[in-house]
């Protein structure tokens, strides 16, 4: 008995010091959420500008149109005087309206483009940031660009500069531009999953990957026309910023082992020898001369991030009364509301909504950055369109990087379209993909049977083959999908259906060709798209806003907790983050084949495969 009431009190005060630590841990978990509110909601983060200040331009991550969440944490942190981590993702408008602002402030001497932390080449945003820099340059105060290493992306941005500098162990990277697809026929048929695919379209190679080892024919076709544009527009911006002919930085490229073992292995001075920068500098040296630059000494002088300048001088209200609304669509699209990485059927039609019932917007410039998704969704979207210009109100599309099969079918529905040169769109096709596991599961010695009213009554079962019948169906289904395809763009583009076929069957094009089948009206731009929308809108004075997805309180708290969670705990050198994007990115592939019909307008070789 003794011992039985001795583990009975052991074992009491065991769950006493459970329980205990089970309050402790909630309420330190709930401290920390109230301490974020707080900071989020009422920490004053208001700054004044000083005099001798320097714009940094310092885009972290990959270039977006609309960055996923808002990232109010990381501000705290920053607020508080805590180390942040670097952001995975900037929005491209956010660095172009810093810029602008700055090349008339008198507070503002000099930018400095610290372009470390950018990852990857999206030629069409960094030709529009670019643009930015050429106005500030107008002005005459001096552009400077410094590194340690400049990849591709970086060093496009950093051309820009009057003065690019590198350290003395650093160097320039240009490696061209890849399409290398990932394919899993192996790992279906090691695991017996049959994949059904269907597709209308010669050239509508996003399913290859699941039926295939290796590329087509066909996509290698395609890839090769759009890819060897989009190298060409680099080449060509790159070499005019710099003064030399593309020829140039094709054989630095080409020729960068010799080129290197010339100089010992020394890549600083190899860039130099290049002309593709201008001088060799330490950090300590490049201030130097900023200051000399600006006239005024290093002491002086005030670095200023283009995030917190734009906190500081935040843009006011459009002085007009008549404006034009900005809808931004971003990545995949989706059925429904998503988040603001994804272009959800219901978000977009909910802002379109907005538009048509608020007075003051006369028109609507939506920014398509997509490689498509849904077939139903698409037309939706197109179909808010519609709704908008029956309302009286223009609708005009600005195409982004890429706005391509789904996106472009959205597109079509606009009164007029604007891409850029590099943009890449078309992908005018359709395609059904899902799996079913019968071989799977019998591998396994799982099997099913049983009874059905009609020959269709298994359909949907992922343990149950498709039948004849069933790929009949659907191969009809896709044959109506797609013809309704072409009809929209005929319809929307004026242009007889036989024209528009002649520029479907899936193939992909840079903007610049697009414009010579008549797919889009201009090349241009945002910018150029507004003044297209005040136009028809009868504006002589370009005012525009934006209209976003409120997120939901719920929603709040979440972005709001897990940004801080990645800002405490998250610190990756670059390599592991290029490696968890590559590996994000597939999984988002796989993760937004959510349409439940399974029939997608989407142009997946134009998603994740540039390096």
């Not at 241009?524 to 136009?535: E, F, I, Q």
């Amino acid at each position: 008995m003794e011992i039985l009431a001795r583990m009975k009190t052991i074992l009491s005060i065991l769950w006493k010091v459970l329980s205990t630590t089970r309050v402790v841990i909630a309420n330190i978990f709930f401290l920390v959420m109230v301490i974020i509110l707080l900071g989020v909601f009422f920490t004053d983060t208001e700054e004044s500008l000083r005099q001798n200040s320097v714009l940094l331009v310092n885009p972290a991550g990959t270039l977006v149109e609309q960055r996923s969440a808002p990232e109010a944490a990381e501000a705290l942190l920053k607020k508080m005087g805590r180390e942040t981590a670097r952001a995975d993702e900037t929005k491209t408008q956010d660095v172009i309206d810093a810029i602008r602002k700055a090349a008339t402030d008198p507070k503002i001497l000099a930018l400095v483009i610290d372009s470390r932390d950018l990852q990857g080449c999206d030629t069409t945003k960094i030709l529009d940031i670019g643009k930015a820099i050429l106005d500030f340059k107008e002005t005459g105060k001096p552009v400077l660009a410094h590194s340690m290493v400049y990849t591709q992306g970086q060093y496009l941005l950093s051309s820009y500069a009057d003065t690019i500098s590198v350290n003395p162990l650093g160097g320039v990277l240009i490696t061209g531009f890849g399409m290398y697809q990932t394919y899993f026929k192996g790992l279906l048929d090691k695991t017996r999953i049959n994949f059904h695919v269907f597709r209308v379209g010669d050239y509508k190679t996003a399913v290859e990957p699941f039926v295939r080892e290796s590329m087509s024919e066909e996509a290698r076709e395609a890839g090769r026309e759009w890819l060897n544009g989009l190298w060409q527009a680099y080449l060509d911006e790159a070499s005019k910023n710099r003064g030399v002919s593309p020829s140039d930085i094709v054989s630095y490229v080409e020729n960068i082992d010799t080129r290197l073992a010339a100089t010992g292995g020394d890549a600083a001075r190899l860039a130099v020898n290049a002309q593709l920068v201008d001088e060799i500098k330490t950090s300590t040296q490049f201030d130097q001369l900023l200051a000399g630059k600006t006239g005024k000494r290093i002491e002086d002088l005030h670095r200023v991030g283009f995030q917190d300048y734009l906190a500081m001088s935040p843009s006011a209200e459009p002085s007009g009364k008549e404006v034009i609304g900005i809808i931004r669509a971003r990545g995949a699209i989706l059925p429904g509301k998503q988040p603001e990485n994804r272009t959800g059927s219901e978000s977009i039609a909910e802002l379109f909504q907005k538009a048509r019932q608020d007075p003051t917007i006369l028109a609507v410039v939506l920014r398509l950055d997509s490689p498509g998704g849904s077939a139903a969704a698409s037309e939706e979207i197109h179909h808010e369109i519609a709704r908008t210009q029956e309302a009286g109100k223009p609708v005009v599309v600005s195409m982004g990087s890429v706005a391509a099969s789904g996106a472009y079918w959205i597109a079509s529905g606009a009164n007029r379209i604007v891409a850029a040169p590099t943009t890449l769109t078309g992908s005018i096709g359709i395609f059904a993909a899902f799996p079913t596991f019968e071989d799977t599961a019998m591998n396994l010695g799982i099997t099913t049977d049983g009874i059905g009213t009609t020959g269709l009554a298994d359909l949907g079962n992922p343990l149950r083959p498709l039948s004849a019948q069933s790929e009949r169906a659907i191969g009809q289904l896709l044959r109506f999908g797609y013809d309704l395809f072409i009809n929209r763009v005929a319809s929307g583009r004026r242009l007889p259906a036989a024209e528009v076929e002649s520029s479907a069957q899936g193939r992909v094009f840079l903007g610049r060709e697009a414009h010579g089948r008549k797919l889009i009206d201009q090349l241009g731009n945002l910018d150029d798209a507004l003044r297209t929308a005040a136009s028809l809108a009868g504006l002589t004075v370009v005012n525009s806003k934006e209209l976003r997805r409120e997120p939901s309180p719920h929603e709040k708290i979440l972005q709001a907790f897990f940004s801080s969670a990645q800002v405490l705990f998250t610190q990756q050198s670059p390599a592991v983050s290029r490696l968890l994007n590559m590996v994000e990115t597939q999984a988002q592939v796989l993760e937004s084949f959510a349409d439940p019909n399974h029939i997608y307008a989407r142009s997946m070789e134009c998603e994740g495969s540039l390096f």
